[in-house]
């Protein structure tokens, strides 16, 4: 089985979310940084559509991973 990359776009665009860099910055810009102990998938920003698939992801291990680990780092600096 080939591992599915997806961008951030890909990212912003399953969650709902303006795919526009721009947006993507600000948006990120705004939320971070998370506080201390709170993990991506719990932070209040999100809806809990958002959170539930955000959280499957990481536990499933799935090919979004990569993604949200790195909108996780994002967030947490």
Known sequence: ????????????AQLGLSTNP???ETFISAQ???SRGTT????????????TFLK?????DADW?????ELNAR???
């Open 1 to 12: 089985m080939e591992a599915h990359i997806h961008s951030m776009a890909n990212l912003f």
């Open 22 to 24: 721009m947006d993507i």
């Open 32 to 34: 971070r940084p998370l």
């Open 40 to 51: 991506v998938e719990s932070a209040p920003f999100w809806t809990e559509a958002q959170k």
């Open 56 to 60: 499957e992801e990481i536990i499933w």
């Open 65 to 69: 991973v990569g993604v949200v680990d």
């Open 75 to 77: 967030l947490s600096v």
